[in-house]
């Protein structure tokens, strides 16, 4: 059986592994050059999400990072709440590095769930960057006013609509938390990307929403400052115990955790918070990932790695980030590594719960 402690573990052998590695190739990937070239840098969603903000921030700094400085374009090919992407990509045969492809959290999940609509496979890729986020759940502000405090009980006799990308993909970690607090949330699936469920909110076709911490910053504080929008909560951050904590983008925010405390409704204990802790685990802290396919060479392969290395330690990095980002880890080489193993794998009791109640709540069978 996995657990979380034996995940951890793993990430932590990982850590250890692939300096040796990165050693032997570094003097190779030297002869990788991409002058004149085009990357196409593939995400399986729409341009107006967290997914399209964090590529096309990466993008200028690899192309500068890069051997030859290619032009790195965004490419987006969206679908089946980035399913159709990622089974896009798991057919690629393009191994010089021209093709790179960045997930979220997803496109894990509905791997994470066996989902019957994944033809891709984690295993089979390489990872060069991974990066952390988090998310920020908002409200319209007469809603938000009918909390008391950190407790959301004033909220249970709302009817709640959300745009939702689909029931097995991140959003379910919305879903659940919403249901654990005893508010009636109906979703509307099918949207292609976060950022259309912010343009339901804003249009007035959902009155509650969330996005990942990058579409927050940019699309959801001017609706806060303009006083259309008022923060409930972020899901929160994890800290080097394994903790759930303040989001050190938003630390004046409560966490989901300490809503639910504060809810009578809802426990942060039990198996349906383990549940809910361990997808919010696998699809936030290591939320978004850069990989390339199976066949790309380990020249290609630290040539990335080197090119990321570079664009993390740029002295204006750690502001240009926090700025468009948030104040999130970015991690290559062993971190990358240890990141992918948590963001996927899930403990086997955490999944069994998650499909059963995806099935009583939405319908949706995955065994």
């Known amino acids: ?83 159709t992407g990622a089974n896009w990509f798991q057919d690629q045969d393009v191994v010089d590095g021209t093709v790179i492809f960045g997930t979220s959290g997803s496109t894990q999940f509905p791997y994470l769930l066996g989902d019957p609509r994944v033809r891709y496979e984690y295993n089979d890729w390489q990872v060069v960057l991974a990066s952390g986020t988090g998310g920020v759940a908002y409200l ?6 009918m909390m008391d405090g950190l407790d959301a009980t004033g909220l249970q006799d709302t009817d709640f609509i959300w745009g939702s990308q689909g029931a097995t993909r991140l959003d379910l970690v919305a879903n659940l938390a919403w249901e654990m607090l005893g ?6 699936f099918g949207i292609e990307g976060r950022g259309d469920g912010r343009l339901m909110f804003e249009r007035g ?20 400052e303009e006083g259309l929008a008022v923060p409930m909560m972020s899901w929160g951050a994890l800290d080097g115990e394994g903790n759930i904590v303040r989001d050190p983008t938003f630390p004046d925010m409560p966490t989901f955790a300490e809503v639910c405390e504060a809810t009578p409704a809802c426990e942060t204990e039990g198996p349906v918070w383990e549940a809910w ?34 664009v993390i330690a740029r002295p204006d990095f750690q502001e240009l980030a926090e700025a468009t980002l948030g104040d999130y880890p970015q991690m290559t080489r062993g971190a990358a590594e240890a990141a992918f193993q948590l963001g996927t794998q899930v403990p086997q009791e ?5 499909v059963n109640w995806l099935e009583e709540s939405y319908g949706v069978t995955l065994n």
Do not use: C
């Open 277 to 310: 802790r361990a997808f919010f685990i696998a699809g936030f802290p290591a939320q978004k990932m850069v990989f390339l396919p199976e066949g790309a060479s380990p020249q290609v392969v630290e040539t990335f790695a080197q090119a990321f290395d570079e």
């Open 205 to 224: 076709e959902a009155n509650i929403d969330y996005q990942t911490s990058s579409a927050y910053l940019r699309s959801v504080v001017p609706m806060v």
């Open 183 to 188: 508010m009636n949330v109906e979703p509307v």
């Open 350 to 354: 955490a999944r069994d719960y998650v």
């Open 1 to 83: 059986m996995t657990t979380l402690k034996s995940m951890r573990r793993t990430a932590q052998a990982l850590l250890a592994g692939t300096a040796t590695l990165a050693l032997s190739t570094a003097a190779q990937a030297q002869d990788v050059d991409y002058t004149g070239e085009t990357i196409e840098f593939v995400i399986p969603f729409s341009e107006s999400g967290g997914s399209a903000r964090w590529a096309n921030f990466f993008a200028p700094l690899l192309s500068e990072a890069l051997p030859g400085q290619p032009t790195v374009v965004v490419r987006y090919r969206p679908g089946a709440g980035s399913t």
């Open 140 to 145: 319209p502000p007469d809603m938000a006013a």
